[in-house]
């Protein structure tokens, strides 16, 4: 078979198997995630041995230290995706519920109702672990999914994919609910897009570069999760040890998350009492700052930012910092160099925050809290999928609820319209 | 100026005036749709000049009967286009609206809300009035629009704009939040469609070779207003007065509209009671039947329907008719040939019923009622831009909250994550 016709069987059987994931009770849903989770603990040695297949494929092709970090599983992160599953059957089934319900005044009685996507095409980059985390929550989301990984992870995810088919089986659902791209070829994902017939959404997880690519080539809607080149703004009326908290957190606790930190932003009337100390505590956490000149007089060690670093995602810990006359200045930053991420202002002043908070539409926009807070389970959505650069749909991370949609459902008792 | 330039030009012109129009005060917004009501009543001779001259090229162009029909302005249809800007301005303002609100276990606040989607692109066929509903509800929502009618209404979309964007102007607000896409040259469409750095969405509204050439060409998210092939299915158990009813009034009420019936199915059971004098008023009101061999040989005029009627979109008063063994049959059929547009099921039985409208994930699916309630007014949107076929952020009726997305506020006290 030739490979457009293999890609395009793959998501012909994902599709016929859509109905039936769409209309599994919860029950059945939740076993097929538990069995998935304990069969993922009793097969870790199948799994390690797929794994260290990819990594020494990695290691040949001389993958950098952090690439193959993010490929490896152990016991331990076969755990963590075990655990996730376990976490995923705990939350309320998103299907069938009523969002919304009214009566029309001629006796209609109209109802929103929620229902899967359908079939959701899922393309990332090394992690394996993505495969179960992506797979369960479309599962519990009644969606079949089509995974394309990246082909250095290719061993880990087809036996991933085989354990969650399996559990699928044991319970009568059809196994079709869950593809993975079982080829390293990189034409598989130009037919994959192409697919609209049989795929409604494509999200893609990853660099610029595959989300020019998803842009210029899907034919299917994407939902991006493109760069986070995210804010702080440090307000003269800041709690400075609040800010100076937030700004750390947000720089240092996992550098290479999308919600990091990557500018700060400073009123000229706190940089002098806040500057100083602040970058010291960064810069003695392992942090290379990049300021203006007005930042370089107050700090040392200090490198002179570029026009570029405003618009750098460093995914590092590397730091542009900028002083700003006011509010206005820091707004006008953003809406210039940001990427509709995440913002977060630090003030006690109520008014300038609301400012803040109004004026700028980032998918998650923040009032004396970390960046670090964007994220699906930080902010109560249970568990997500990735986090949506993309306005349509879901802005922000995306969880169950945003993996379904609504129809209209229409009870009347012979109304037909004059 | 090059096309491509002008078109790039008109776009950015279109995004740097959509945070503005976002946060226009709701008072603000609806005097703007106010004065342009009373300026479209006031200016009509103006506006039936400008449509004049659309309308002799379209006789030169030999264009048909209904399109020209579709293309004409007077003065009823001025004031009514005048009268839906007024609706529009009592509808309650989506922008701001806080969807849902709660409270993290670390005391962060959360918050979703509704924020505009940005810039509108919209590309619909012949009719004028389609320059002023879609601008009323995409200003209301607080987006810009970038308008591309059709080239046989350029006259008259230019001239509409033109007045709301001197209503803009009038009340101090950047009239660059209205656009229209002023050359008939077709190759304008092509590179609308790539300025996905300024434009959030497509509309496309018009038939499937605009669909499918918006599927191929556009970077920008698509949102189709695509076919309706919509079914009604008469059970067994039927109160058949009211089956007569709606099968009635979804074909021949509105024949052209997309949630107009095409596909009738009846139960076996009931078709000896049903069909003949159901079929016989159909065809008094000037229907032409096309129905299986069972349905032939209970009805006379009725034609032979091929494979090809079921997949069907007449947008005439032509109508297929097919029996079905049972409920499971019509559900089968519906999934095989249907658009996922609008579905009824005409039953007394409610179990049967919630089958139907279980199973079925149509953007609609009514009991008992007429296909023609697939509609933004009719349900209670209010109005509404049209009905999407994507599953995608809004499926079915698109009103003023389908134009809009939401982000996530939040307030802490100084929290980080751990």
């Not at 538990?34 to 260290?52: C, G, M, P, S």
């Amino acid at each position: 078979m030739s490979l457009a016709k293999k890609i395009e069987s793959l998501c012909k059987r994902a599709r016929e198997a859509a109905p039936f994931v769409a209309k599994l009770p919860t029950g059945t849903k939740n076993k097929i995630l538990l069995e998935t989770a304990d069969a993922l603990v009793a097969r870790q040695a199948e799994i390690i041995k797929e794994n260290t297949k990819d990594l020494k494929a990695a290691s040949a092709k001389k993958l950098s230290p952090a690439m193959v970090d993010r490929l490896t599983l152990n016991e331990k992160r076969i755990a963590e995706m075990a655990q996730g599953l376990r976490e995923v059957a705990a939350l309320p089934d998103p299907v069938g519920e009523t969002v919304k319900a009214w009566t029309r005044p001629n006796g209609l009685e109209v109802r929103r109702v929620r229902i899967p996507l359908g079939v959701i095409g899922m393309v990332y980059e090394s992690r394996p672990n993505v495969t179960i985390d992506a797979a369960g929550l479309c599962l519990k989301s009644g969606n079949a999914i089509v995974l394309r990984g990246g082909s250095e992870a290719l061993h880990s995810n087809v036996l991933l994919g085989k354990i969650i088919r399996d559990a699928l089986k044991k319970n009568g659902a059809n196994p079709d609910a869950v593809q993975v791209v079982d080829t390293p070829d990189r034409e598989a994902m130009k037919f994959l897009v192409k697919q609209s017939r049989y795929v409604d959404l494509m999200i893609p997880r990853g660099g610029g570069a595959l989300m020019e690519w998803m842009e210029e080539h899907s034919k299917i809607p994407v939902i991006k999760h493109d760069k986070g080149v995210c804010h702080v703004y440090v307000d003269e009326s800041a709690d400075f040890d609040a800010a100076e908290r937030i700004a750390l957190n947000g720089k240092v606790q996992r550098p290479s998350a999308c919600n990091a930190l990557e500018t700060l932003l400073v009123n000229e009337k706190a940089a002098k009492d806040f500057l100083p100390r602040a970058i010291r505590r960064l810069q003695d956490a392992g942090v290379e700052v990049r300021g203006d000149d007005k930042v370089r007089k107050l700090a040392s060690g200090v490198k002179k930012a570029t026009e570029k670093d405003w618009s750098t995602e460093y995914l590092d810990l590397i730091l542009a910092v900028k002083t700003v006359p006011d509010l206005e200045a820091a707004i006008r930053h953003i809406q210039k160099y940001g990427s509709l991420h995440t913002e977060t202002i630090v003030t006690r002043d109520e008014a300038r925050a609301r400012e803040f908070l109004n004026r700028l539409d980032s998918s998650v926009v923040l009032w004396n809290a970390s960046t670090r807070f964007n994220d699906g389970g930080q902010l109560g959505l249970g568990a997500e999928i990735g986090i949506s650069t993309t306005k349509l749909h879901a802005f922000g991370p995306m969880g169950l609820e945003e993996l379904t949609t609504t129809k209209f459902v229409v009870k009347g008792s012979g109304q037909i319209r004059e």
